[in-house]
């Protein structure tokens, strides 16, 4: 995901005393102006404008009242005790001690940036987990549950042949009083957090009580062998060969009825929108667009209940699909979380411009440390970086840093993407906790995902994601999986890719995959989309890997918006939206199928929908539509609702007859029979008529 344009504010950092017995860190009042953060192209995340980019460079003490770093012996709290225990580094930064309730003037909390090369947070930031409202509080919400005082997940061992499978409970309780667990829906409950199952179970339905009544219920656990078969058609080896559509915008409800039509026309997948739960809002305006798409990129947790649809509607799209003979890949966003400041609480500027809670898709509680002013009245502390329903805590994340070199390995990882939490995702907890993640989208029914922002992401610790991953399916990727990275290239091409290093996501993590346990077969199913597809591909001058380990595209849903710099085309290539020829773009779809110079393997379609003539980018799924815009900002830019399916139309339905271009409505660029044919033929299908679309298309 690219970074178009942004609203900086330049801040100074200065120490000051706001009482007797507590000093704080507050910033001034800051200089607000749009920037581009860097010219060169950067992966999948936009930040809000009114959420400003905190540069940790400039932060200057101007006194001494605070000592810059501790010494500590003492290990870093993880996420839980049954995880491994990560050790602190000798020399973190300190943290002031618990504030009053509401900072005066215009300050902000800023004490989280960090300091030289540390990547650690602040290690008493723990001081602060269990922000969640109890039930009761006049700010609580059902949907809370009872994050205030009990957080968990499951983790899923399938055993060889995915067949069967344990599930293991990882639970925490604020009181630390015993636990009890039910895996049928709270029937019944036991003293152990395990349990197996083998293939005549359906499911797991799991309820965590303590001893004082309060209970938490978690989403279901699915399992892998209760998805329905895909026929093992030769054409695509094994899901390693075939057209995969980017159903941008495209709600699980319609894909669903698509899919009769996607597997008449020899399509071998879908890939759909993030689906775990993501930010929203029905208050606040994004520089006035309301929902935009890229909200969907910034995660709240890890429970199937996007924007596009809940965990019910996903996966019964999924056994429609796989019943149509076509798989489901997922956008999976594993590098952050939301951007700091758009969370639960209370915000403002330090020149006092206020913006305040927004929500989620699945209404879990989520809280960032930044722009805050507030203590959090159940913790007596300051806002701390807290996800309950994941669960992250503070000790999850790097401490805060801007993204400001892109030949750094510790920046490239460490530095937060436009102001997005960024997850310390070297850390082994980490890891497991984004495995587990990857297992139950598989578990669902899924054949692969897409890693969105790979390259902020080292490539050691994509390698152990993937090695867990494995180990959890049973010792082996299932046969048709496939993943594939974004990492965008531009001026940093020799540091990323063409050079050997320590940041190298070529050959660099093809040998920490081998060192992970990945075998080739494995490494194999591991694909690269690295951007320079058409115009500079190879770009390191010669093919470092294969071509048959590349995923090519004409245009992505990054380049819709306008000064994107992810892609450069120019006259290799065509943006439908951007371009509104019909002509020149469906001439580059065909081309991505007919050309022959190189033995691309997976090629993706996008089938997308054209933004409002305002500019209005949200999806066409309602949840845009500023009707339900219930706040005071003025300005709402929104889309309507349209629906996605319509089995009576050919393909470029933002064209009319005559060939104007339509606004706000759906591309369905997937229905042009001239791209399906040339897709069959690539395909080595066999010629027909009937490809699920009227007979009138042509």
């Given at each position: 995901m690219s970074l178009q344009c942004i609203a900086t504010t330049l801040t100074t950092v200065v120490y000051v005393t706001v009482n007797p017995t507590v000093t704080a860190s507050v910033s001034s009042v800051p200089t607000v102006q749009p920037t581009v953060v860097s010219s060169t192209p950067v992966s999948s995340a936009i930040v809000s404008s009114t959420v400003p980019v905190v540069s940790s460079t400039s932060a200057v003490p101007t006194t001494s009242a605070v000592p810059t770093t501790v010494t500590s012996a003492s290990p870093v709290p993880t996420t839980f005790s049954s995880v491994k225990t990560v050790s602190a580094t000798a020399s973190v930064p300190v943290s002031a001690s618990p504030a009053p309730s509401t900072l005066p003037g215009c300050q902000i909390y800023n004490l989280d940036s960090c300091q030289g090369d540390n990547v650690d947070p602040v290690a008493d930031t723990e001081n602060g987990r269990w922000q969640t409202p109890p039930k009761g509080a006049s700010d609580y919400l059902d949907t809370y549950q009872t994050y205030r005082d009990i957080v968990a997940w499951p983790h899923v061992q399938y055993g060889s042949g995915m067949k069967s499978a344990t599930v293991t409970v990882n639970a925490k309780s604020r009181t630390q009083i015993g636990l009890q667990y039910s895996f049928d829906g709270g029937k019944s409950f036991q003293s152990s957090n395990v349990k197996s199952f083998s293939s005549s179970d359906s499911g797991a339905n799991i309820v965590i009580k303590d001893a004082n009544g309060l209970s938490l219920t978690l989403d279901p656990v699915d399992f892998a062998w209760t998805a329905k078969p895909v026929a093992d058609l030769p054409q695509f080896k094994k899901g390693q060969k075939g057209a995969i559509v980017d159903m941008f915008g495209w709600r699980y409800t319609d894909i669903e009825k698509e899919c009769v039509m996607l597997g008449k026309a020899g399509y071998l997948g879908v890939k759909i929108n993030p689906p775990q739960e993501s930010l929203t809002s029905d208050k606040y305006l994004d520089s006035g667009y309301f929902n935009p798409w890229y909200w969907v990129y910034q995660p709240v947790s890890y429970r199937l209940q996007g924007r596009m649809g809940s965990r019910d509607e996903l996966r019964s799209m999924i056994q429609t699909c796989r019943s149509n003979n076509v798989r489901i890949y997922a956008d999976a966003v594993i590098n952050h979380m939301t951007a700091i400041g758009n969370d639960k609480l209370n915000h403002r500027t330090t020149n006092c411009q206020a913006f305040g809670p927004k929500n989620s898709t699945g209404g879990s509680p989520f809280f960032t440390h930044s722009f805050a002013y507030q203590y959090n009245p159940y913790t007596n502390y300051r806002p701390v970086m807290e996800y309950p329903a994941v669960p992250w805590g503070p000790q999850d994340f790097h401490c805060e840093r801007s993204l400001n070199s892109y030949t750094?390995?510790?920046?490239?990882?460490?530095?937060?993407?436009?102001?997005?939490?960024?997850?310390?995702?070297?850390?082994?907890?980490?890891?497991?906790?984004?495995?587990?993640?990857?297992?139950?989208?598989?578990?669902?029914?899924?054949?692969?995902?897409?890693?969105?922002?790979?390259?902020?992401?080292?490539?050691?610790?994509?390698?152990?994601?993937?090695?867990?991953?494995?180990?959890?399916?049973?010792?082996?990727?299932?046969?048709?999986?496939?993943?594939?990275?974004?990492?965008?290239?531009g001026g940093e091409k020799d540091f990323l890719a063409c050079v050997p290093s320590d940041y190298n996501y070529y050959t660099g993590l093809d040998g920490e995959m081998a060192k992970a346990g990945l075998t080739s077969d494995e490494i194999y199913k591991v694909k690269m989309w690295s951007s320079d597809y058409p115009k500079e591909m190879p770009i390191c001058g010669s093919w470092i890997l294969p071509p048959s380990r590349f995923v090519i595209q004409n245009d992505d849903h990054d380049q819709q918006n306008p000064g994107s710099s992810s892609r450069d085309m120019q006259d290799t290539g065509s943006v439908l939206i951007k371009d509104r020829d019909l002509q020149r773009h469906r001439g580059f779809e065909v081309k991505l199928f007919t050309r022959t110079d190189n033995d691309w393997q997976i090629k993706v379609v996008l089938s997308s929908y054209s933004f409002a003539e305002n500019g209005a980018n949200g999806f066409l799924d309602g949840s845009s539509d500023c009707k339900k815009y219930v706040g005071t900002q003025s300005g709402c830019l929104g889309q309507p609702y349209v629906q996605a399916h319509d089995p009576n139309v050919c393909g470029y339905t933002t064209f009319t007859s005559g060939g104007g271009w339509i606004p706000s409505q759906f591309t369905r660029v997937h229905r042009d029979r001239a791209i399906i044919n040339a897709m069959r033929q690539w395909m080595g299908f066999s010629a027909t008529s009937d490809v699920g679309i009227p007979s009138s298309c042509q």
């Open positions: 750094s390995s510790l920046i490239m990882d460490a530095g937060w993407l436009v102001s997005l939490s960024d997850l310390h995702t070297g850390r082994d907890n980490v890891q497991e906790r984004i495995a587990d993640y990857l297992t139950d989208l598989i578990g669902i029914g899924m054949s692969g995902f897409r890693m969105d922002a790979a390259k902020h992401i080292k490539p050691a610790a994509i390698a152990a994601i993937l090695a867990k991953v494995k180990r959890n399916l049973g010792g082996t990727f299932p046969p048709d999986f496939i993943t594939w990275l974004e990492v965008l290239l």
